[in-house]
């Protein structure tokens, strides 16, 4: 009797984010059953005992589809996303970070010396009174302790590697991975670099978009967290931020239906180059004051506009970060017997 024929090779791997997309894995429930009985995954080390010397021993291409999450900030990252590309025929930026640079990607407003300061010596919670700080390699004797090179910015996945797909969101619904899942699995894939998700902004799917007006007239910006809010009423019509506008669809408006707005995870439509600068322009010119002063009243209301605008996108927006540490990163030297560091 012949050997049934092999399943397709999936991997999963983690790189700088949360773990929420992780977690959206498990979140298929009863849905895994059947991924797991259709596909051999042969990495995936948040959850089986897999090293990387598995992956290694892969012959390049044998993976049919591997799905890494998180930006790209060390050394150890951008080495295991190299190395998945090329073991793999099919490489997926699985949710926000890994599409757009995610959360982590705000750190590019900080050079790395900032960041690290702050870590190490001026967090309220830190005491390092000897300003120890994180070295790449230490030795002592004949032994070496190694820990990856922290990067000087946050990149998403397709600035460091060919990407072949995409999965948005923070993180991708149970719904939408799943119908991902199929589409990878299937014969017939889409054209490579696709957004596996709806090409409509989110307000196409919003319970509350007959409620948007037409002109929208802001006198001043308000806070969710502060505002009493109409339950079905558009949020925009309200003077609170939301990003649906420059949001693709496909998240099925859960943040909407928990009384909250949009803030962006899914990213831009393919029509809208910069998500941040769509959203930015679109609630500039409904505000309502002409003057200065009101001018500056109605923005008072949005006190981190690169949070608010940029939350999901900075490292793949045209701003990107911080000018003057957005360089290539070289190797530091092994520091012997010291724990300063050049990083």
């Known amino acids: 009797m012949p050997d049934p024929p092999a399943k397709p090779k999936v991997a999963l791997y983690w790189c700088a984010s949360c773990g929420g997309c992780e977690e959206a894995v498990v ?9 797991l009985n259709a596909v051999d995954i042969v990495f995936w080390p948040v959850a089986m005992d897999f ?9 390049d291409g044998a993976i049919r589809a591997a799905l890494l999450n998180g930006a790209i900030r060390t050394s150890e990252q951008e080495e295991m996303a190299r190395l998945l590309r090329r073991k793999s025929q099919v490489v997926v930026a699985f949710g926000a970070c890994a599409q757009l640079g995610g959360v982590p990607s705000l750190a590019n407003q900080f050079d790395r010396e900032q960041i690290l300061d702050y870590i190490y010596a001026q967090s309220p919670t830190v005491v390092n009174d000897q300003g120890a700080r994180p070295v790449s390699a230490y030795r002592e004797g004949d032994r070496v302790a190694t820990l990856p090179e922290f990067w000087r910015t946050t990149r998403a996945l397709d600035q460091v590697i060919e990407v072949d797909y995409y999965v948005p969101g923070c993180p991708p619904t149970p719904k939408l991975l799943g119908q991902a899942l199929a589409t990878l699995l299937s014969d017939e894939l889409p054209p490579k670099g696709t957004v596996l998700a709806p090409d409509t902004a989110l ?6 978009k007959d409620s948007k007006p037409e002109d929208l007239s802001v006198k001043t910006f ?4 502060l505002t009493p809010m109409d339950a079905a009423l558009c949020f925009l019509a309200q003077g609170i931020v939301c990003m649906g506008p420059a949001t693709r669809s496909g998240c099925e408006g859960l943040c909407i239906q928990g009384a909250m707005p949009c ?3 899914f990213g ?3 029509r809208v180059r910069d998500q941040g600068a769509k959203a930015l322009s679109a609630l500039a010119s409904s505000v309502e004051g002409k003057e200065d002063r009101e001018i500056e009243s109605a923005l008072a209301g949005i006190p981190d506009p690169v949070g608010t ?8 927006s045209l701003l990107r970060g911080k000018v003057g540490h957005l360089c290539s990163d070289r190797p530091e030297s092994i520091k012997t017997g010291s724990m300063e560091s050049r990083l």
């Open 27 to 35: 979140d298929l429930a009863e849905g895994v059953l059947s991924v």
């Open 51 to 59: 090293k990387r010397r598995d992956v290694e021993a892969l012959a």
């Open 203 to 208: 307000c196409e799917e919003c319970p509350r």
């Open 222 to 225: 308000k806070r969710p967290h």
């Open 263 to 265: 803030t962006g995870c």
């Open 268 to 270: 831009p439509t393919s």
């Open 309 to 316: 605008f940029y939350r999901y996108g900075l490292a793949k």
